[in-house]
């Protein structure tokens, strides 16, 4: 199987970064194909509404010329894209929400083209906040249930942990193993 993951964090080394180690490790070991990508370091630039990509088929077709380009490549060839993000006041930070914007080349609802790029995939959620759970990151799961749902895509769940030691809530027993239980649900679907 292979997956996509897409890390949203601006700190490329912090909380969210940590997380993703044993749930990484865990999909290796289920022998799976990982694509690993840091979303704060790319050259990604916000969507502008243009609608030009609705009319380019069978390929993304944005105007803009920058990373997204690689991204959607990676995204395309998954079998599970995985977001791999902090929550920042009930939503992703603007690396991930820049790149969600973005999707809008994927599906071809809106002009002369037609069809998905992406249709059929599945969506995984690895998410680190602070507050409980349930009041962190319901918004964000909603929105990408809903984005699942428009875009013909299977949301697969989420495995998030709460930040209550910095980088130590990442490094615990708890967290390390609901992250490798996680992998292992996914590989299962």
Same mark, same amino acid.
């Given at each position: ?20 180690k044993p749930f990484i490790e865990e999909l290796q070991a289920g022998g799976s194909e990982i694509t690993y990508i ?22 993304? +077709? ?10 959607? @490549? &990676?995204?395309? #060839?998954?079998?599970?894209? *995985? ?36 249709? +059929? ?10 507050? @409980? &759970?349930?009041? #962190?990151?319901?918004?964000? *799961?909603?929105?990408?249930k809903a984005l699942c749902n428009h875009s013909k895509l299977h949301y697969r769940g989420m495995y998030s942990v709460r930040d209550v030691d910095d980088l130590a809530s990442f490094q615990t027993v708890e967290a390390v193993a ?12």
């Open positions: 199987m292979k997956f996509c993951i897409l890390m949203g964090s601006p700190r490329l080394h912090a909380n969210t970064a940590e997380l993703c840091t979303l704060a370091d790319k050259n990604m630039h916000p969507c502008k509404g243009c609608y030009a990509c609705q009319n380019v088929n069978d390929e993304y +077709g944005c105007v803009q010329k920058d990373d997204m380009y690689g991204i959607v @490549d &990676a995204v395309c #060839a998954a079998d599970c894209i *995985v977001l791999a993000t902090p929550i920042y006041s009930w939503y992703c930070p603007s690396e991930m929400k820049a790149m969600l914007d973005r999707h809008y080349g994927m599906n071809k609802y809106y002009g002369s083209a037609s069809g998905s790029l992406w249709a +059929g995939k599945n969506i995984a959620l690895l998410l680190t906040h602070g507050y @409980d &759970a349930e009041y #962190a990151t319901t918004p964000f *799961v909603n929105g990408i609901g992250a490798r239980t996680f992998a292992r649900k996914l590989l299962e679907t």
